[in-house]
């Protein structure tokens, strides 16, 4: 699939709308107008890829809305170089859209086939993005602390392991809340490891599954 003069037209009416709901910060809305959206989806889905709206992925999963992601990743203040850890990889997009930000990209998914579609998905399109099959609820040790943290599915409780993996100075988003709707968190890590939260609104979330529940 290539990205055409049309899916570019479509996209730029979609950002203009996202920056009509809200969104400020011009970087999030250049990268959003840069990453193909409709590469993520199936192809039969195409004239939805540019609507603001979430959709379905396949295995029971979906792609955020856009206003969603640059919500989420206006809140993160991603700089050039910073190391990110993503939980709930899904479609990859916004994996994408944090890379184009500049960041260093680690995203986790704990679907199986999801993971595999993504992980080529992503080399396919040469984003040098690193994708890992696992619990999110556990972070990614091996490669912390993280400068930000992005949850994108909605989280009972703000899991230990996220707080410990998150670096001094660092952000974490979270959506918490374990009906069918949760509160958009921003957890700053101060300089002197002291935890700062912030509420963010309502946003309704897939939710985040743990290792006893079926996938
Ligand atoms: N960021 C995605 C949207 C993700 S939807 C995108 O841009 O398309 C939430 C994703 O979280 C789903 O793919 C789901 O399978 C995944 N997920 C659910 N529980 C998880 C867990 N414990 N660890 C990692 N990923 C999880």
């Known amino acids: 699939m290539t990205d055409t003069y049309r899916h570019k037209g479509l996209r730029k009416r979609l950002i203009d709308g996202i920056r009509q709901k809200g969104i400020r910060d011009e970087a999030v809305l250049k990268a959003m107008e840069k990453v193909p959206r409709h590469l993520f989806m199936d192809s039969s889905f195409l ?4 609507e603001d709206k979430p959709f ?5 999963q979906t792609i955020s809305q856009p206003f969603t992601v640059a919500f989420q990743t206006e809140l993160l203040e991603i700089r050039e170089g910073h190391k990110v850890l993503e939980v709930g990889t899904g479609s990859g997009y916004q994996a994408c859209i944090l890379y184009e930000l500049g960041a260093r990209v ?7 086939s999801l993971f595999l579609k993504t992980k080529h998905l992503l080399a396919n399109m040469n984003f040098a993005i690193r994708t890992f099959y696992g619990d999110g609820y556990k972070g990614l040790q091996a490669f912390a602390p993280f400068d930000r943290i992005l949850v994108t599915a909605a989280a009972p409780y703000i899991p230990d392991a996220l707080r410990e993996q998150l670096a001094r100075g660092g952000i974490m988003v979270i959506p918490v809340g374990a009906d069918d709707v949760q509160v958009m968190k921003r957890i700053i890590k101060a300089e002197d490891g002291i935890y700062h939260e912030e509420d963010h609104g309502l946003f309704r979330f897939v939710p985040l599954l ?4 079926t996938a």
Do not use: L, N
Request: proline share 5%; net charge negative.
């Open 47 to 50: 004239e939805f890829a540019y």
């Open 56 to 60: 379905p992925i396949g295995s029971g």
């Open 106 to 112: 680690f995203t986790v998914e704990r679907q199986k």
């Open 210 to 213: 743990s290792d006893r529940e």
